[in-house]
């Protein structure tokens, strides 16, 4: 499992589908970023992080459950519809909210404790998305299931997800030198929403591992 044969495999994807994912998940996506504008600008600059993780909870398992169950079509030769993509991630919002809460708790409490613990719980939970949404796990099943799955491979995926974020983080930081701050509210809708799309990328790499680290499917090739 060569890191640089899953990102090019995952780019290959994303290029591939970049059409069906933007139509997917942009519009989720910018809506998030809607909703938290209007957080920041009832609450204040000083307001905690915490409404912002909420505000995403409400919307993060909703795009990324249907971009992982169009992954899984998409690597079975299926074309779905994206209606039906969005009515199923819908029905597993309650079950993802919970996960990405519990997972983002966990994570938040690794940082706490000199950030490297931090990294280390989400390395290990890096799959339990996908055995929620794939396999039907409960999400303390997933967890569990998702720290099995991950043994041995800790380097691997760490390699994948910095070399998927780096570049991200570097163009974030770029975008705050050209456009500092204070920014007008459509520049940071549109940096935000573009920042935040691009972060899907990393479910698609994460995909591509759960396909090669999980038991093999019948009939699941990468396409």
């Known amino acids: 499992m060569n890191p640089l044969s899953v990102l090019r495999d995952s780019l290959y994807f994303f290029r591939r589908n970049l059409v069906s994912i933007v139509q997917l998940c942009l519009p989720l ?11 920041d600008q009832a609450t204040g600059t000083e307001a905690s992080p915490a409404y912002d993780v909420l505000v995403g909870l409400l919307f993060y398992p909703l795009y990324t459950a249907a971009l992982i169950l169009f992954l899984d079509a998409r690597s079975q030769g299926r074309e779905p519809q994206k209606r039906d993509l969005l009515a199923m991630a819908l029905r597993l919002w309650p079950t993802f909210a919970l996960l990405a809460a519990m997972s983002t708790l966990l994570i938040m409490l690794g940082i706490s404790m000199f950030v490297l613990p931090g990294m280390w719980v989400m390395i290990k939970l890096v799959f339990a998305e996908y055995l929620l949404v794939l396999r039907g796990l409960t999400p303390l099943a997933a967890m569990r299931e ?20 780096a570049p991200l983080w570097l163009l974030d930081g770029l975008s705050l030198m050209v456009y500092p701050q204070p920014q007008s509210p459509a520049l940071s809708l549109l940096l935000d929403s573009i920042n935040s799309f691009l972060q899907l990328f ?3 790499v994460l995909f591509r591992l759960f396909m090669l680290v999980a038991e093999p499917v019948p009939g699941n090739p990468a396409q």
Do not use: M, N, Y
């Open 146 to 165: 998702s720290f099995e799955l991950s043994q041995g491979h800790f380097w691997r995926i760490l390699a994948c997800i910095l070399a998927v974020l």
């Open 29 to 39: 996506v910018v809506l998030e970023s809607v909703c938290k504008q209007l957080v």
């Open 202 to 204: 990393t479910s698609v």
